[in-house]
């Protein structure tokens, strides 16, 4: 029988298939094998012993460490404009690991009401990426969400606070979720989901995850420096033309990427961006990478 995990909690799986959720225990294979069974994973479930296991995993199409999930579609970065303050870094990184893993990253800004979202609109203006501007009072943004949701397996994240769980409420009221309140003293708010949870709803499947809190590209979300410039894909146009093969568009001269941000042709703060993230791996040598 042919399913898709929904959650694993205790060495558990719940298995959704056509016959309703079943839950199972994985094979011992895959603990020699040194797999994990990911919310996500699309499986093969059969009986055994009266109960029912999960012989076999297809091929992921990509995995995120953290939170634990496999075979993301749409990854919706949740900025808040105000409290916490958002970090454009933060964002662009979020993006980047997305596009990295082959999955299609969309901007939701939320709590438009207590503060000007137009800066935000005007960094990512330039770039590709989808951005969408929620307002709970008119419902603006909710159905182009809910669009880009249905045929696809998506998340949502961003750092804790942005309003994930706001948003969530507002697209599915009956989910009753726990909104976590801002701490104050520390600008941000406090995690209320504990484990990976898969839900059908707008004729897609959304992924209810502890998100992302902290990032760092150096371990379970590394971009090699040589793959960098392609996470940021309006960039695109612009690779190759460089005077020199190999360029790292950082300051070399001829490069086409530092002249189309002087021109105004790509946005600076997605090019800072990528230069911090840059450098953070640019020392890093292949060995040093995590295994598994």
């Not at 958002?86 to 596009?99: W, Y």
């Not at 770039?127 to 008119?138: E, K, Q």
């Not at 979720?177 to 897609?204: N, P």
Request: a positive charge; charged letters at 20%; glycine letters at 10%.
């Amino acid at each position: 029988m042919q399913g898709y995990i929904t959650k694993g909690i205790g060495g558990f799986y719940y298995v959704k298939t056509a016959d309703g959720v079943l839950e199972c225990k994985a094979k011992g294979v895959f603990r020699k094998q040194r797999i994990t069974p990911l919310a996500g994973d699309e499986v093969t479930v059969e009986t055994e012993n009266g109960g029912c296991v999960i012989s076999a995993i297809a091929p992921r199409r990509n995995v995120f460490v953290r939170p634990p999930i496999a075979n993301l579609d749409v990854l919706f970065v949740v900025a808040s404009t105000t409290q916490p303050v958002p970090s454009t870094l933060v964002l662009d990184k979020l993006t980047a690991i997305a596009v990295d893993k082959g999955v299609r990253p969309v901007l939701v800004c939320t709590k438009g009401d207590l503060a000007a979202s137009d800066f935000l609109q005007k960094a990512y203006e330039k770039s590709t990426l989808p951005f969408i501007r929620v307002d709970y009072a008119t419902g603006a943004g909710l159905e182009e969400i809910k669009g880009r949701i249905a045929g696809n397996l998506c998340a949502f994240c961003g750092n804790s606070g942005v309003g994930k769980s706001t948003l969530l409420n507002a697209l599915l009221p009956e989910l009753e979720r726990q909104t976590g309140e801002i701490s104050q003293k520390l600008g941000r708010g406090r995690h209320t989901t504990r484990e990976v949870t898969i839900f059908e709803a707008f004729g897609g499947r959304i992924a209810d995850t502890p998100g992302f809190a902290s990032l760092d590209t150096g371990k379970a979300c590394y971009i090699p420096k040589e793959n960098l410039a392609l996470a940021f894909p309006e960039f695109g146009p612009y690779l190759g033309q460089c005077r020199f093969t190999g360029c790292a568009h950082r300051g070399e001269k001829g490069c086409a990427v530092t002249q189309a941000v002087q021109s105004g042709a790509l946005s600076p703060s997605r090019y800072a961006s990528y230069a911090a993230m840059y450098d953070e791996v640019k020392d890093i040598k292949e060995w040093e990478l995590p295994r598994g």
